[in-house]
């Protein structure tokens, strides 16, 4: 892709958000005020606003390979303090995505470098599940399996810190896990029984 390219797209941008209102910028640089933190995976192929049908400044967004949420990961973990303490929202998502190369990269058993100390959180999803997923003979089902367990768990870190713990029990945030179809275009929401899974594990996560 030529770079010239972009400028020249940003061009036609500004153009036609400016002939649909002239005061579309000035409203923009006034204020964010989101009501969804979206955590997903940073693969070219999956832009968050779009496939959502959103517009800048309706969704705060945070992305990275294989839509991770570790707690030693001080970028994902300001954001998210930062949405729930000052931008207040009210639901977080994380949203992972089929044909993930980061969850199909932590399936091999190979020395992938400096991805490796990221990929292993992965690898420690299977290894909670690893029952479940090694009982799943065709290897594309338990890809998806496996992006789906991964969402799970990503979201249970997410409950695992104060600042959600905290606005959980002072006003209404909900934390949603989902997954985008990129063989489809859909976005499917998990439903997730976070009751259930934390039933047994909250006594040692709980902090507020």
Partial sequence: MDIKYIFNQNREWIKKKLEQDPDYFKKLSRSQTPKVLYIGCSDSRVSAEELMGVSPGEVFVHRNMGNMIPNTDLNVMSVINYAVTSLQVDHIVVCGHYECNGVKAALKSEDLGILNPWLRNIRDVYRLHKKELDAITDEQQRYDRLVELNV??????????????????????????????????????????????LNEIMEIYHII
């Fill in 152 to 197: 799970q768990e990503q979201c249970v870190n997410v409950i695992k810190t104060a600042e959600v713990q905290k606005a959980c029990r002072e006003r209404h945030l909900t934390i949603h896990g989902w997954v985008f179809n990129i063989r489809t275009g859909e976005l499917i929401d998990l439903k997730i029984d976070f009751d259930k899974i």
